[in-house]
């Protein structure tokens, strides 16, 4: 694994890729009239807008609405001795309405016992089932969700079912969150109009908002995770949401981590094929046409900066694609350097089971299939113990 050289340039990443045939990539730091980008403040007054706005409009949709006015909470269930004295277990439930009617969302927290201060923690949007994934009760336990092994890590494991704010069903935005905002008749939404990836990232910031009225958590430290689509989703959510401090994609693959052009495994014709509802209708334009997206997915990890950001893959999970969601995270490196950090440390995806942890991006190969084990979340809680844990 050659090192990365701290001062490398995206033109020369590509310049040493170009016979794996990824030159053709948009520059993250080349603004839409030409002009490099060197400096934070044009990053962030010019190159970050633009970068989110060709994601809002040609790939995520544009989210109508962001904190609802009449957004509340409310703790419907507290046991201070949970986990055998270890955590102490909320129950809560968000609500809000809007012109279509009213809505919530019923988070599962544990927090851990064991601290003198406000806890650190781990936001999951979870697509499984909810009742075995997600299981307060702790009767049921699933890997994808190991609340037990995170509070003994000092964190605090925050959970929601993404089927809360929209089903992950193509039903013409008929329900959930799109039914109670959406400002226009569902047979004239606009092309750039919001799907379900951005709603269910959108339930993942009005968690957060309950989150940062809790004296118990530390909401400046919380880190958003998915899994696959729910990768997708946690992506975009820390790209627009820059609250949260760490952002964590495992096996999130196509319009997730993983780059859309030089495709192996899921193409962009095939997922809008699939799940027509994940993404905005202009999305649809790019199928089999991905060279003439103006943007891809290393720009996307990019908006993560200058937080840490994680990405992981799987041996077996060709069809997500981890040799081009490793190309994202070196591709999207030299962001990181407008701040004088290292985004990844090393220019070859890495051994099996080999975490890179050292840079502001963190990235492993797990031996396996498309999943979320354990081994991924002691990786995920050792990259955060070194970028986020200490206030």
Not at 239 to 260: H, M, P, Q, Y
Request: proline share 7%; glycine share 8%.
């Amino acid at each position: 694994m050659p090192p990365l050289n701290k001062a490398i340039t995206f033109t020369a990443i590509l310049m040493v890729l170009a016979p794996h045939g990824f030159a053709a990539l948009p520059d993250p730091l080349v603004a839409e009239n030409g002009a490099p980008i060197k400096t934070v403040k044009e990053w962030e007054e010019q190159r970050r807008p633009e970068l989110l706005e060709l994601f809002r409009s040609q790939v995520y949709g544009r989210t109508p609405v962001g904190r609802p006015d009449d957004l509340s909470f409310k703790v419907i269930h507290e046991d201070k001795n949970a986990m055998d004295g270890k955590a102490t277990l909320k129950l809560v439930e968000i609500t809000f309405s809007g012109p279509g009617g009213s809505g919530s969302i019923k988070p599962v927290i544990f927090i851990p016992n064991n601290r003198t201060s406000p806890a650190p923690g781990f936001l999951e949007i979870l697509h499984r089932d909810k009742d075995e994934n997600f299981d307060p009760t702790r009767e049921k336990r699933a890997t994808i969700w190991p609340a037990e092994e995170i509070v003994a890590r000092g964190y605090t494991a925050i959970g929601f079912y993404a089927g809360e704010v929209d089903a992950n069903r193509n039903d013409g935005f008929n329900n959930g969150v799109h039914k109670l905002f959406d400002p226009w008749p569902a047979d004239e939404r606009p092309s750039d109009a919001w799907a379900t990836i951005a709603a269910w990232a959108w339930g993942a910031s009005r968690v957060m908002d309950y989150l940062e009225t809790d004296s118990d958590i530390d909401a400046t430290r919380i880190g958003v995770l998915g899994h696959s689509r729910s990768g997708k989703a946690a992506l975009w959510c820390g790209a627009e949401d820059e609250r949260f401090a760490l952002v964590i994609s495992n096996n999130s693959g196509c319009t997730g981590a993983a780059l859309s052009r030089n495709k192996k495994g899921e193409t962009v014709a095939r997922i809008n094929k699939t799940f027509p509802h994940w993404f905005c209708e202009n999305y649809k334009k790019y199928n089999d046409r991905e060279e003439e997206l103006p943007v891809d997915q290393h720009q996307l990890i990019a908006l993560m900066a200058p937080r840490p950001v994680y990405v992981a893959s799987a041996t077996k999970d060709r069809w997500a694609d981890p040799e081009n969601e490793f190309l994202s995270c070196l591709y999207a490196s030299p962001v990181w350097q407008l701040w004088g950090l290292k985004g990844l440390t090393v220019s070859e995806q890495p051994p099996v089971n080999t975490p890179l942890q050292d840079g502001y991006i963190g990235y492993h190969l797990r031996d396996g299939k498309h999943d979320l084990g354990l081994s991924d979340w002691n990786w995920y809680m050792d990259f955060a113990d070194k970028h986020m844990k200490q206030p």
